[in-house]
């Protein structure tokens, strides 16, 4: 019997590396089938406008087309996550700029793209609102006049041109501003940032003679795809079959689906396989950005440094459907307390409607936005009482078994040990006395950051094979993060077998279990969960059958590593997998199949605890980090460099800490490119910048020549193998770290993201902020 390797724990490269390194990995684009026509979509040139009429005839005339969708083609359902308020295809109106109003396919794809530039639109023009300050006014154009008519499954209160209206409040805040030595208020910006996904959206949808659907595409989630199909085409679930290849990022931008109804509708019009991909620009027209938002906060604290109270309005850009925006709002409004124990706090967010590109899920989930606002402030008051930034942040972190918010008592102050770790590491106390050569200042600065991992539903199922080996199957979806391989890591442990004797089965409405989808940092806690329970079902049975063929009682056995039930007690007495899966097979019981099921069932924010108004999830599982980073600032350009990252990670225990540093590192390079130049920028309600030649993501020479990953290890309790999520929150404290550096080294303060040199040469001068 050869020694067992424990597979958690283990730095182990990838299951789909080689065939990626290889070129042999398929993505939707690569995908055929025989007969497949090629999708072109057609995009509407107004922000807002009725659509008159179609003329398809010029488009149809064209040698290799053979079929063109439009709003006709679709009747009314409408699909969403909160609120269903979105066709298939445009219908009846269009509301921003680049959407969808009509499809083409053909033989090839440069007559599909020559067709859709032949099909003429007739609109008649509505006037539109592309701030949430426009769309607010009385008498304002209502994007959705039959709001009030939309399936609303949280029954939040939408109306007019609001969309979500959330509230989190615990304690007095009105009078506990008397209660304070030192208070901020300032106002903060942020702008749309671009998902910037590798591999544009894609799908493949193919019709069978039953008229059901099989449908290929770039997802974040098989079943959320299959749900929102079902909803805006009227077809039953059970006539859609999802399944995911390989995909090449998503970020959040594709947890809801992207072009799949395109190629369902042209799928159903020409009953042949189509394929629909966009191109880099369509991508950025017609997809989704993170929310623009704009943050009024206020704090304030004792001359001790003890925080008092605090209160936040947080307004934003949803752009013309709700889309994930609901939840975006909500969550980014329970993170702006930030992760500090405040006794008083009044928490706002508001969801507005605007005739611009729809805003979505985006790694981070509205934490990149509050931390902007909240850690900056957090840093001001300690400049005012004279403390220095971790001390005062130390002072205000959590504290085990007291009371954090709205009724959350953590068991670990792990915050506390991230801001003692990234301290040491980064030798703080000497780094914060530099200052630089004469014309390029250096300064290093903090930020802290909360996140969960526990949310929704997931499921798993484990098959043990005749030979002993193993299939897992979870329906989760890997975007490239490396969850494939964690979770196999997981399911090897828990059975004791080598991890090449365990496959992952990919995902499949009509063979995978339920899983809610790849996002929320959820996927190493929640489905790792489920095939923990998974596995240990299929053992239970493997005892079960083992007592049969070993004649004893169940109790009497264990399992051992390496693929073994053995007789407790007596080392050479065991039986192999294959044994009893053979015997289970051919003799007795049948196959050893173990399955789990589970929804969030931890603690919540609780409503007795605090006034709750319209948050939309029951999540946890409170992870916590801290970043430091040095930057320096060049005053003659007003260029921004970050020199060197530090970021500590509280993730209960690392599956795969080789993947662990992956996910930190990559988090942060997108958080320095949110904080230095990504936007997207308009020109009315038109997007300016749509290619990567105008919208500047980070490079190599862009990226910290270090970047170090202090992982925490303190296993959680319910956790697999004491797991917790890690995927979204390093890109979140990167912005506010620099600015808070910045502010070290100048004294003055940016409100205002992406840092660009104009907007810091600006702040220079005026010698208080850039606007």
């Known amino acids: 019997m050869t020694a067992y390797t424990h597979p958690v724990g283990a730095r182990l490269p990838r299951l789909e590396t080689r065939e990626k390194i290889t070129g042999r990995a398929e993505y939707t684009d690569d995908l055929t089938r025989p007969g497949m026509l090629y999708g072109a979509i057609v995009q509407s040139p107004h922000a807002h406008a009725r659509i008159k009429n179609y003329d398809i005839g010029k488009a149809l005339d064209l040698p290799g087309v053979i079929g063109i969708v439009t709003g006709n083609d679709t009747g009314l359902g ?45 609109y008649e023009e509505l006037p539109a609102v592309f701030t949430p300050d426009e769309a607010l006014n009385p008498g304002a154009p209502r994007l959705h006049e039959e709001i009030a008519t939309y399936v609303n499954v949280l029954g939040l209160p939408a109306r007019d041109n609001i969309v979500q209206e959330c509230e989190i409040a615990q304690g007095d805040v009105d009078k506990a501003w008397s209660q304070c030595d030192v208070i901020v208020e300032d106002t903060y910006e942020t702008q749309a940032q671009y998902h910037a996904y590798m591999e544009p959206c894609s799908a493949l949808v193919e019709v069978d003679a039953n008229g059901k659907l099989t449908v290929w595409s770039s997802n974040q989630s098989i079943f959320r795809d299959q749900a929102n199909l079902s909803e805006s085409l009227g077809l039953p679930m059970s006539k859609i079959r999802c399944l995911s290849p390989r995909v090449g990022g998503a970020f959040g931008g594709k947890i809801e689906v992207t072009v799949q109804p395109i190629a369902a509708l042209l799928a159903l019009k020409t009953g042949r ?11 950025m027209e017609t997809m989704r950005v993170r929310h623009p938002a704009r943050i009024h906060m206020k704090t304030g604290a004792k001359k001790d440094g003890t925080l008092v109270a605090r209160e936040v309005s947080i307004v934003m850009d949803i752009g013309a459907y709700a889309d994930d925006s609901p939840g975006v709002v909500g969550v980014s409004t329970a993170f702006s307390r930030g992760p500090y124990r405040i006794p008083h706090a009044r928490c706002r967010g508001l969801g507005v409607y605007t005739n611009k590109l729809r805003s979505g899920a985006f790694r981070g989930f509205g934490g990149p936005q509050a931390a902007w606002a909240g850690e900056q402030q957090i ?3 300690a400049a005012k009482l004279g403390m220095d930034p971790i001390d005062f942040r130390l002072k205000n972190a959590p504290e085990p078994g007291r009371e954090w918010m709205c009724g959350i008592e953590l068991e670990r102050s792990d915050l506390k040990e991230c801001l003692i770790k990234v301290r040491a590491a980064s030798d703080w106390d000497r780094r914060r006395n530099e200052r630089g050569k004469p014309g390029f200042r250096r300064a290093i600065g903090i930020a802290c950051i909360p996140h969960i991992s526990g949310v929704l539903s997931s499921s798993a199922i484990v098959r043990i094979l005749e030979d002993g080996s193993a299939v897992l199957s979870t329906g989760a979806v890997d975007n490239g993060q490396g969850s494939d391989t964690v979770l196999v890591q997981i399911a090897a442990e828990s059975l004791g077998l080598p991890v090449e004797r365990i496959t992952f089965s990919q995902p499949d409405t009509d063979a995978s279990p ?11 806690y929640m489905v790792g969960r489920a095939v923990v329970g998974a596995a240990d079902d299929a053992v239970k049975k493997l005892i079960k059958y083992a007592s049969q063929m070993m004649e004893c009682a169940e109790v009497d056995l264990e399992l051992r590593p390496g693929g073994f039930i053995g007789l407790k007690g007596v080392p050479e007495k065991v039986l192999p997998f294959a044994a009893i899966s053979g015997f289970a097979h051919w003799a007795a019981g049948g196959p050893v199949i173990g399955s789990h ?34 930057i320096e600032i060049d005053e003659a350009t007003g260029r921004i460099t970050p020199l060197e990252v530090w970021a500590a990670h509280d993730l209960g225990r690392a599956i795969n800490p080789m993947a662990v540093e992956g996910q930190i590192e990559g988090g942060v390079v997108q958080g320095l490119g949110y904080a ?35 992982l925490i290890e303190n296993p ?45 040469l600006a702040a220079l001068k005026e010698g208080v902020r850039a606007h």
């Not at 090839?108 to 003429?120: K, Y």
């Not at 396989?273 to 991508?283: A, M, N």
């Open 273 to 283: 396989p189509v394929r629909v991909t966009l191109t880099r620009e369509q991508d």
């Open 716 to 760: 959680d309790g319910t956790g697999p193998f004491g797991a917790k999520g890690i995927g979204e929150p390093p890109i979140v404290g990167p912005a506010p770290a620099i600015a808070n550096a910045f502010f070290h080294a100048t004294g003055v303060r940016l409100h205002r993201l992406p840092m660009t040199p104009e907007r810091v």
């Open 597 to 630: 099921a589970l929804h969030y069932d931890g603690p919540v924010l609780d409503p007795t605890k605090a006034v709750i108004k319209h948050f939309p999830f029951r999540f946890g599982v409170w992870t916590f980090g801290v970043q430091a980073v040095e």
């Open 676 to 710: 230095l130049f990504e936007e997207m920028v308009w020109d009315g309600g038109k997007v300016a910048n749509p290619s990567f030649m105008d919208y500047k993501i980070p490079g190599t020479m862009d990226t910290p020549t270090a970047i170090h990953s202090i």
């Open 514 to 524: 339920y899983n809610w989808g790849t996002s929320a940092s959820r996927v190493t």
């Open 379 to 381: 840093d001001e008051l």
């Open 78 to 122: 409408r699909s969403g996550p909160f609120i269903k308020d979105e066709t298939a295809i445009a219908k009846g109106k269009v509301r921003y700029i680049g959407e969808p109003v009509a499809a083409v396919a053909a033989v090839d794809l440069d007559t599909a793209r020559r067709a859709a530039q032949l099909v003429d639109v007739e």
